[in-house]
């Protein structure tokens, strides 16, 4: 079988200058012959199929004719051209008897969209609409090649091949007869121009020459093609712990330009068959995503115990199915609305066929309208929580928000020289098993920036929040006061002070900075919340680090409040060389009264805060670290601590995590407060450690990781990926395996074998 073959460059640089513009070829100084021939019904149809009605346009450097046999000879820069098909060879011969021509030499044919075919000889007739080539190569879009020891043109819409091969790999300059690093190569092959699609027959896939695959038939999409109906390459594993083995099939339909949609059949030997259905569409005003499946769940489920518990098994066996949608529309300029809904039959379910989204804690849905305005922002939305993770949520207990109001305004300075801003976020949030409560919110914030003859930069503000409370079921999750239902409220005005006094050395590679901070902040005291029945639904966590050192309410959420006076002092440093840098923060708060609306140890349970800082440490481009504590001032105890680092170049790249805290805040509200202590599980410090490695050379990419829990020594996830990427192919391998309990299930392990192969698709393989 021939090879592809690439035609020497200054016939490609005459090709395409002469090909694509017709107008310079028309208008040339050469002299040369033309002529055209106009066929009955001609007219000018740019970029149409090929038709005997169009007229057909000759040029050439010599024109001979021999009117005894009727045959007329061109010769020397040879081109016919129809509508926008172009046919150059170096010598053609035109039987007018017979209405055939015969090109020779360097023959290529341009075709509208940009393909190119090339032959040593081709016999053309009805213009340029039949014909049969031989040693046929083909330059399609995407690097596409195709090549085939002979060709048949029909009616200019079909090419019948015999011996095709087809890759989009780059070929070897200095040795063209190699083989390419992969390429199919078939018995024969159908290239069908109008509707643009290529169809194989015996054709066997070839990976450096060498058959790794076999197939009786072979359908493809022209390389040009951005979207066509037709079957993908599908799914296919093994073994997979909860499927068994199984295959998909996936199907593409184009229903219009901007929609399309994808059925997915599953079919696997442990488990009902399953559907799953794909729709996307971009329109003008917005786009719209909804996937959602339908599936037969014949795996039984069993109870599992957690903390003590008993978890009965969800009903997830029989017809199940799931839908996750995104719908985003762009009302005007100004305003946009869209939804998002995600909403399955179980969790099991999701688990059983691996469906995105098994592994969390819920499934989140919400529809909003939102606005975007001159330093202002306003949106409405509605809320609903599915619980996955039943071992540690209860259903009943999740909220929903009907609706939530935002609205958020940034001002111009005024006269004064400061700026006023303005935020509201107000709802109405209900649970079947829980308080269900109202809440009415308004902060106001002034601040006033400053500076003095010494350097210093003050800033002045002056800061109120309210809120206002009406709530039922107060006694259930997550407040558990005694009273059932309540109307409260609460206004806390502010005034803090916050200087900052940057002394700045300039050096000849850089900058030093040493900046002492300074924050005085002034409000009543705001007390203890359980006395006053104040519902507590955005400020169940709390975390004191350099983050909120400086902040004027250190809760997270403005359902709780920090009043009183204090005082906030810091020091920060930065020195600057050769482009890099080291930055570092360190400070303490110092309190006139113990707030009482923290958990235990969260480094304000005295009149002086625990010290907290951060250093961010950059002497290279190859390497940076970031790390921050919380230590006690008494007694040097490390409360908190995290830190990232980033260690060499592509080659070798060393990435490690480390997060430390005394307790585990994400257990405290598990109880009742009120009548029992925090769970035992809250006493238990996180301490975790990750690292990372990874090297990248030339078109290998090797990576791994692991995260241990050092506080249980165990791990919690490892995982390794290995990649080999070229100019036309990839082969992944990437291996997972989680060491974490949900819903009953201990461990999963996962490997995934993906291979992409340019202008075909990707293939993936389970294991």
């Known amino acids: 079988m021939r090879r592809f073959a690439v035609p020497s460059p200054s016939f490609s640089r005459r090709l395409l200058a002469g090909g694509l513009s017709l107008v310079a070829l028309a208008s040339a100084a050469t002299p040369m012959a033309w002529a055209q021939i106009a066929l009955p019904g001609a007219g000018a149809n740019k970029g149409a199929p090929l038709s ?33 098909h172009i046919l150059r060879a170096d010598k053609v011969t035109f039987d007018r008897n017979t209405n ?18 090339f032959a040593d000889y081709a016999e053309l007739t009805q213009g340029l609409r039949d014909g049969v080539l031989t040693n046929m190569r083909a330059l399609l879009a995407s690097d596409g090649k195709l090549a085939a020891n002979g060709a048949r043109r029909t009616e200019g819409k079909v090419n019948d091949m015999s011996r095709a091969v087809y890759t989009a790999c780059k070929l070897c300059a200095q040795h063209p007869e190699r083989p390419a690093f992969w390429e199919l190569r078939a018995y ?75 059925f997915i059949p599953l079919l696997a030997t442990s488990t009902g068959p399953q559907l799953t259905t794909a729709y996307r569409s971009r329109l003008n005003e917005g786009s719209i995503r909804v996937t959602g499946a339908i599936a037969y769940d014949t795996n039984k489920q069993d109870g599992y115990f957690q903390n003590g518990n008993y978890i009965a098994p969800e009903d997830s066996k029989g017809v199940q199915g799931y839908v996750y949608s995104k719908f985003d529309f762009a009302l005007n300029q100004t305003w946009r609305y869209g939804a998002n809904i995600n909403l399955a039959s179980s969790a099991d379910y999701l688990r059983d066929y691996r469906i995105s989204g098994y592994g969390a804690d819920t499934l989140n849905s919400n529809a909003y309208l939102e ?24 259903q009943s207990e999740l909220p929903f928000v009907l609706p939530r ?50 350097g210093q930069i003050y800033t002045l503000t002056a800061h109120l929040d309210s809120e206002v409370y009406n709530a039922r079921k107060l006694d259930l999750v997550p407040n558990y006061y005694a009273a059932n239902a309540a109307t409260s409220g609460q206004a806390l005005p502010t005034v803090a002070v916050k200087m900052n006094w940057p002394f700045l050395r300039p050096t000849h590679n850089g900058s030093q900075l040493i900046e002492p901070i300074v924050q005085g902040i002034a409000a009543p005291n705001s007390g203890n919340s359980a006395t006053r029945l104040l519902p507590n639904e955005d400020s169940l966590d709390y975390e004191f680090t350099d983050t909120t050192l400086f902040s004027l309410n250190r809760h997270e959420g403005v359902d709780r409040l920090d009043g009183g006076a204090r005082i906030n002092a810091g020091l920060h440093g930065n020195w600057t060389f050769n482009g890099q840098q080291i930055d570092a923060l360190v400070g303490e708060s110092f309190q006139s009264h113990i707030q009482k609306n923290q958990v235990p140890n969260s480094g304000l349970d005295t009149h002086a805060s625990d010290i907290v800082g951060r250093v961010m440490f950059t002497p290279a481009s190859w390497f940076d670290v970031t790390a ?32 430390y805290s005394s307790n585990s805040f994400y257990y405290y509200y598990s109880n009742n407060l009120r009548t029992s202590s925090p769970p035992s599980q809250f006493f238990q410090p996180t301490n975790e450690a990750t690292l990372g490695l990874s090297s990248t050379y030339k078109q290998w990419r090797v990576s791994g990781y692991g995260r241990r829990d050092l506080a249980n020594n165990r791990f919690v996830a490892v995982g390794a990926d290995a990649a080999y990427t070229n100019d036309c192919f990839m082969f992944d391998v990437s291996f997972n395996r989680l060491y974490t309990n949900i819903n009953g299930l201990n461990g999963d392990t996962s490997i995934l074998f993906t291979l992409t192969f340019k202008t075909l698709g990707t293939f993936p393989v389970n294991g």
């Open 405 to 454: 109001y935002i609205y958020s305004y940034f001002g111009e300075p005024d006269a004064l020289g400061g700026r006023l801003s303005l935020n509201t976020s107000d709802f109405d949030l209900y649970r079947a098993n829980g308080t269900a409560d109202e809440r009415g919110q308004l902060s106001l914030n002034w601040d006033r920036p400053f500076k003095s003859d010494w």
């Open 100 to 117: 055939v021509a015969a090109a020779t030499g360097n023959v290529a044919m341009v075709e509208p969209d940009g393909e190119v075919l």
């Open 188 to 262: 024969d092959a159908t290239q069908d121009v109008e509707h643009k699609r290529i169809e194989y027959r015996d054709v066997y896939l070839d990976m450096l020459g060498v058959p790794v695959g076999y197939l009786p038939f072979f359908s493809t999409p022209d390389p040009s093609v951005k979207r066509q109906s037709g079957f993908l390459l599908g799914d296919i594993s093994p073994h997979d712990k909860q499927l068994g083995t199984y295959v998909t099939l996936p199907y593409y339909y184009v229903i219009n330009r901007q929609s399309d949609v994808t």
């Open 52 to 84: 005997r009605n169009e007229p057909v346009t000759f040029r050439a450097d010599n024109v001979a004719y021999d009117s005894h046999n009727g045959i007329v000879t061109w010769t020397g820069h040879v081109e016919i051209w129809q509508n926008d």
């Open 628 to 659: 921050r504590a919380r230590i006690d001032h008494n007694n040097g105890n490390v409360h908190f601590a995290d830190g990232l680092v980033n260690v060499g170049p592509s080659l070798l790249h060393v990435s490690g995590g480390y997060i």
């Open 371 to 394: 606005g975007f305005g001159s330093g202002a922002y306003s949106r409405v939305d509605v809320q609903f929580y599915q619980g996955l993770n039943r071992g540690v949520i209860n």
